[in-house]
C-alpha cells in the first residue's frame, strides 16, 4: 500500500478559496447594506460596523471546519482503522485549531457587538461587556458559543490521545448544538411567528453547516485517497441531498416570511428594492449554482469514483465550496440587513 493510498496532501488552496469568498460575500453585503448617517444620531464607527460580518464570517466558516472535521470520522467508518487512522491523525489535531478559532471569533465578536450597542464610547470596559450580555440576547449567546466550541476544542484534546473512543459522533452533536444559539438572536427573534421561524432557522443553519463542512473535509483531506473517497462520497452524498432540500426550502421560508412581516413594504418591492431582498436573491442565486455543482458531482463524477478511476472532483468541489463560502458571507450580512425600502 502506497502513501497515496492512506494519506493526501492537504489541499490548502481549497480552504483559502472558500475564506476569500466568505469574506467577499461580507463585503459585498456590507456595501448593499450601506447606509447615510443619521443627523443627531450617534452611530458606531464604520470599523466596527465593517468588522462585525467580517469576524461573524470567520466564525461560521471555523465552526463548519470543526464539524466537518468531526463528521469526517463518521463517513470514512470505523471498520478500517489502518487505512482510516492516517487521515484521521491529520483532522484531529485540525479539528481542535478550528474549535480554537471558533471561539475567540466568538468572543471578539461579543467585544465588536457591546463595541456597537454603545457607540461613541473610545474605551470599553468589563461592565460594558457584561451589561450587553446581560440586555442583548446575542451577547448570552455568544458567550455560549465560546464556551460549546471550548468544550468542543477539549474533546479534541482528548481525542488526540485516545482517537475514536472519544466518540464521533459526540463531537458532531456537540457542534451542531453549538450552532442553535446564535441564529434565533437576528430578525427570527421579533416575529409573532418566532416558534416557526426559530425552528427554521436552525435547520438552515445546520443543513448548510453539515453539508459545507463535510464536503470540506472530504476535499481537503481525501482528494488523492481512491479508497477511503469511493467509500466516503456515496455516504456523504446521501446527506448532502438531504441538507440541499432543507437549506434551500428553510432558506426561502425564512426570506418570504421576513419580507412579508414588514407591513410597511409590498413583497415584490421587499424582494427587489431592499438590501435583505437582493442579498436573499443573492443567496438564492448562490443555492441554485451549488444545486448545479452538485448534481455534476452526484451524477456525473461519484459513478468514476466508487470506481477508483480518476477524476477532476478536486477543482469541480473546490468551485462549490467557493460559492459555499459566497453563500456564507451573503448570510451573514442579511442576518443584521434591514427589510426597509433602501
Known amino acids: 500500500m502506497t502513501r497515496a493510498e492512506t494519506t493526501s496532501a492537504v489541499r490548502w488552496a481549497t480552504l483559502a478559496c472558500v475564506v476569500v469568498a466568505g469574506l467577499l460575500g461580507a463585503l459585498i453585503g456590507i456595501a448593499l447594506t450601506a447606509s447615510s448617517p443619521i443627523p443627531g444620531v450617534v452611530e458606531p464607527s464604520e470599523v466596527v460596523s465593517a468588522a462585525i460580518p467580517i469576524v461573524r464570517v470567520l466564525l461560521d466558516l471555523a465552526a463548519v471546519a470543526t464539524i466537518g472535521l468531526a463528521l469526517l470520522s463518521v463517513l470514512v467508518g470505523y471498520d478500517r482503522p489502518k487505512l482510516t487512522e492516517p487521515v484521521l491523525r491529520r483532522a484531529r489535531p485540525a479539528a481542535v485549531?478550528?474549535?480554537?478559532?471558533?471561539?475567540?471569533?466568538?468572543?471578539?465578536?461579543?467585544?465588536?457587538?457591546?463595541?456597537?450597542?454603545?457607540?461613541?464610547?473610545?474605551?470599553?470596559?468589563?461592565?460594558?461587556?457584561?451589561?450587553?450580555?446581560?440586555?442583548?440576547?446575542?451577547?448570552?449567546?455568544?458567550?455560549?458559543?465560546?464556551?460549546?466550541?471550548?468544550?468542543?476544542?477539549?474533546?479534541?484534546?482528548?481525542?488526540?490521545?485516545?482517537g475514536e473512543k472519544v466518540p464521533a459522533e459526540v463531537r458532531v452533536g456537540l457542534g451542531m448544538f453549538a450552532l442553535l444559539p446564535l441564529p434565533v438572536t437576528g430578525h427570527a427573534s421579533n416575529w409573532a411567528y418566532h416558534d416557526y421561524t426559530m425552528i427554521s432557522m436552525e435547520l438552515h443553519v445546520m443543513s448548510a453547516v453539515a453539508w459545507c463542512g463535510g464536503l470540506g473535509a472530504m476535499i481537503v483531506l481525501l482528494t488523492a485517497n481512491r479508497t477511503l473517497l469511493a467509500h466516503a462520497l456515496p455516504r456523504f452524498s446521501k446527506l448532502a441531498t438531504l441538507c440541499l432540500i432543507l437549506s434551500a426550502v428553510t432558506g426561502l421560508f425564512n426570506g418570504i416570511v421576513e419580507i412579508l412581516a414588514n407591513p410597511t413594504i409590498g413583497f415584490w418591492a421587499g424582494v427587489f428594492t431592499t438590501p435583505y431582498g437582493q442579498l436573499m436573491m443573492l443567496k438564492v442565486l448562490c443555492t441554485g449554482t451549488i444545486a448545479l455543482l452538485a448534481a455534476n458531482l452526484r451524477w456525473r463524477l461519484m459513478p468514476r469514483i466508487v470506481r477508483h478511476q480518476r477524476t477532476a472532483l478536486a477543482s469541480w468541489a473546490t468551485l462549490e465550496l467557493t460559492v459555499m463560502g459566497l453563500a456564507f458571507g451573503f448570510a451573514v450580512v442579511l442576518t443584521r440587513a434591514p427589510v426597509a425600502v433602501s
Open 97 to 162: 485549531a478550528a474549535a480554537l478559532i471558533w471561539a475567540a471569533t466568538a468572543v471578539v465578536a461579543l467585544i465588536l457587538q457591546t463595541a456597537e450597542y454603545k457607540p461613541g464610547k473610545r474605551m470599553l470596559t468589563a461592565g460594558d461587556i457584561g451589561s450587553y450580555i446581560a440586555e442583548v440576547g446575542a451577547g448570552k449567546a455568544l458567550v455560549i458559543v465560546a464556551v460549546l466550541a471550548l468544550l468542543h476544542a477539549a474533546l479534541g484534546f482528548i481525542a488526540l490521545r485516545k
